[in-house]
T-cell receptor, first 113, second 112 residues
């Protein structure tokens, strides 16, 4: 199967700082990548669709100015959580489509103090 | 009504047992269906796709009933390593770019 990496795997930061998360497709190209968020005991919720060479598409209720997405190349998408607050603490997971479905990165656990 | 609904469990079963999970989806235009497995504090991993004709992969059998908008997963001869949360996933658009809709998952715990 396809391999998707994510970095960092976990982050602890102070409230008000910005956190950047990278998502890479290691052995295939992805013109589209997806960013999800999962709170404890909840299902994965799609935040936005990252598109190489164009603007990201955000789901309803997700602030585009707070969650900045840049799809710099066919193998890299970044999510920046700007001015993070404790309520942004969550498990952030990216995925990239390959074949008939999507493959997920290992996720980034963010804790904002 | 939620888009993808699953019984959250937990299902606590002994090793060797057969266990079945069910899932319903609300959008009749859904195109593709999958079961993913998610271990605690890990990312989801594709377990198997689900086809109308039913499909089997070793101890795992998946079934799809489009008329009833119902998906199932059967695990035979449960192993301790099968303990995880099983996510029912529906893709609404055709092609690889479509958005995945996740159920909340059904937790399985296999005991010795």
């Amino acid at each position: 199967g396809a391999v998707v990496s994510q970095h960092p795997s976990w982050v602890i930061c102070k409230s008000g700082t910005s956190v950047k998360i990278e998502c890479r497709s290691l052995d295939f190209q992805a013109t589209t990548m997806f960013w999800y968020r999962q709170f404890p005991k909840q299902s994965l919720m799609l935040m936005a669709t990252s598109n190489e060479g164009s603007k990201a598409t955000y789901e309803q209720g997700v602030e585009k100015d707070k969650f900045l997405i840049n799809h710099a190349s066919l193998t890299l998408s970044t999510l920046t959580v700007t001015s993070a607050h404790p309520e942004d603490s969550s498990f952030y997971i990216c995925s990239a489509p390959f074949g008939e479905t999507q493959y997920f990165g290992p996720g980034t656990r963010l804790l904002v103090l | 009504r939620k888009e993808v609904e699953q019984d959250p469990g937990p299902f606590n079963v002994p090793e060797g047992a057969t266990v079945a999970f069910n899932c319903t989806y609300s959008n009749s235009a859904s195109q593709s269906f999958f079961w993913y497995r998610q271990d605690c504090r890990k990312e989801p991993k594709l377990l198997m796709s689900v086809y109308s004709s039913g499909n089997e992969d070793g101890r795992f059998t998946a079934q799809l009933n489009r008329a009833s908008q119902y998906i199932s997963l059967l695990i035979r001869d449960s192993k301790l390593s099968d303990s995880a949360t099983y996510l029912c996933v529906v893709k609404q658009d055709g092609g690889s770019q479509g958005n995945l809709i996740f159920g909340k998952g059904t937790k399985l715990s296999v005991k010795p």
